[in-house]
């Protein structure tokens, strides 16, 4: 089992940024890979971007460029580096890990940008 606790949500202006963390307990060791996927109203929870064990990144097209994924082994959390935020990146935002073939999410964290 995998405990997962974002932080750093908020509001923000257009162009602002914001940096996301999640926290991870439990069976920490044997997870292989984290990420943020994110779900605005009305619409399809998506990926945002992952990082394996290995250091390995993926992010979607639209957070290429704007957000970077990293990732503390030491402290077992994954952050969200969100920078030139726009409105459509306003959503809920996921943390998420995969363990042993499981996926496991937080509670999720809002994130509003205005324009």
């Known amino acids: 089992q995998v405990q997962l606790v974002e932080s750093g949500g908020g509001l923000v202006q257009a162009g602002g940024s914001l940096r996301l963390s999640c926290a991870a307990s439990?069976?920490?060791?044997?997870?292989?890979?984290m990420g943020w996927h994110r779900q605005a109203p009305g619409k399809q929870r998506e990926l945002v971007a992952a990082?394996?064990?290995?250091?390995?990144?993926v992010y979607a097209g639209f957070a290429k460029g704007r957000f970077t994924i990293s990732r503390d082994n030491a402290k077992n959390t994954v952050n969200l580096q969100m920078d030139s935020l726009k409105p459509e990146d306003t959503a809920v935002y996921y943390c998420?890990?995969?363990?042993?073939?499981?996926?496991?999410w937080g509670q999720g964290t809002q994130v509003t940008v205005s324009s």
């Open positions: 439990g069976s920490i060791s044997s997870i292989t890979a």
């Open positions: 998420n890990a995969v363990s042993e073939g499981f996926g496991y």
């Open positions: 990082i394996t064990s290995g250091g390995h990144t």
